[in-house]
């Protein structure tokens, strides 16, 4: 694999997430430190911490972002819609969010699909974005592919492979899948599982524009050898 791309084309694909929920705020603010030094897409904080996570990044090019109805899904639709709410009252400008996985199982569509769409436009009312997670371990392929549709009626901005907490994360056939399935203006996150750059560079080229990750530092410290740059972080 060449390297046709530059270090902002991988630090910009990478979400850096601090979700752990044993992580200490000593690790949250290093973390959100460690996201403007490498200057990566956005941090993906637990959402207690959102607002200071705004806070340190302010002035930087990363985004702050959290999640909503993490990491089972199985929350009222007006909890999440309340988590939003607070999430974008917190600085968030992007948010994950889980889908009802239950009902998705159940093949309740109408629930889905109305669900996702007062999110996709809760977010996108207030100028954030929208990344619907599936987590497609406990999902067939005929279901990926509704949820796929679903999310390009909604107008979602990404669809999600996983949470990280589930037995599979991401993997390259569910992402050929999700990018096959879904409308051009959709794009893809993947999550769990991208541990190193080259598993970067493969889900890249299957058209990835986000991941999630917790060793950013070790991906991009290699970006830059292999590119020969410095200056990051």
Not at 73 to 95: F, R, V
Not at 210 to 225: K, M, P, S, W
């Amino acid at each position: 694999m060449n390297n046709s791309y530059t270090y902002a084309d991988i630090a910009k694909m990478i979400d850096h997430s601090l979700l752990s929920p044993a992580l200490t705020i000593t690790e949250l603010e290093a973390g959100c430190a460690l996201a403007v030094r490498y200057d990566v897409a956005s941090v993906c904080i637990m959402p207690y911490y959102l607002s200071r996570c705004a806070a340190l990044l302010a002035g930087s090019t990363v985004q702050p972002s959290t999640t909503v109805g993490f990491p089972h899904g199985g929350h009222h639709t007006s909890i999440k819609l309340a988590e939003a709410e607070q999430a974008i009252k917190d600085g968030a400008t992007e948010l994950d969010i889980v889908i009802n996985i239950s009902q998705a199982r159940s093949g309740n569509w109408s629930y889905v699909a109305r669900e996702i769409q007062e999110l996709t436009d809760r977010c996108h009312a207030s100028g954030a974005r929208i990344k619907v997670i599936f987590e497609n371990a406990f999902h067939d392929e005929a279901a990926k592919i509704r949820l796929c549709e679903i999310c390009g009626e909604a107008g979602a901005d990404w669809v999600k492979t996983s949470t990280g907490y589930a037995a599979t994360g991401a993997t390259k056939e569910d992402l050929r899948l999700m990018r096959k399935h879904s409308p051009a203006h959709v794009q893809i996150k993947a999550a769990g599982g991208v541990r190193d750059l080259d598993i970067l560079l493969e889900v890249k080229e299957i058209g990835v524009s986000r991941v999630g990750a917790t060793r950013t530092a070790a991906i991009l410290d290699e970006c830059q050898r292999r590119l020969g740059v410095a200056g990051y972080p």
